[in-house]
């Protein structure tokens, strides 16, 4: 059974850090990009960084030059690093599975979703 798992969310104030985690168990880890979307009440979910299986990134930018995202082949585990968070970060944070080892940027490519995770920025 595929699964990806959020965790890290949490409330923080404007120009803190979180370090969300996206563990996968379930399928081959390193045949498939890995992404993470927000969606924040009222608005569409939007794309905001991928990681292909060959390294290759993605950044909205939004959060270009705040955000890092990175992945741990051995623990099967994507994380995403994110800092000076500003309160229109605020948003339930998803990470999901493309079904190609590629990424791409809207969420009908990717075929199994986590539950997400709440992040709350406060000003």
């Known amino acids: 059974e595929v699964q990806l798992v959020e965790s890290g969310g949490g409330l923080v104030q404007a120009g803190g850090s979180l370090r969300l985690s996206c563990a996968a168990s379930?399928?081959?880890?390193?045949?498939?990009?890995i992404g993470w979307f927000r969606q924040a009440p009222g608005k569409e979910r939007e794309g905001v960084s991928f990681?292909?299986?060959?390294?290759?990134?993605y950044y909205a930018d939004s959060v270009k030059g705040r955000f890092t995202i990175s992945s741990d082949n051995a623990k099967n585990t994507v994380y995403l690093r994110m800092n000076s968070l500003k309160p229109e970060d605020t948003a339930v944070y998803y990470c999901?599975?493309?079904?190609?080892?590629?990424?791409?940027?809207?969420?009908?490519?990717?075929?199994?979703w986590g539950q997400g995770t709440q992040v709350t920025v406060s000003s």
């Open positions: 999901a599975r493309s079904h190609s080892s590629l990424y791409y940027v809207l969420p009908r490519w990717y075929d199994y």
């Open positions: 379930g399928f081959t880890f390193d045949r498939h990009a």
């Open positions: 990681i292909s299986r060959d390294g290759s990134t």
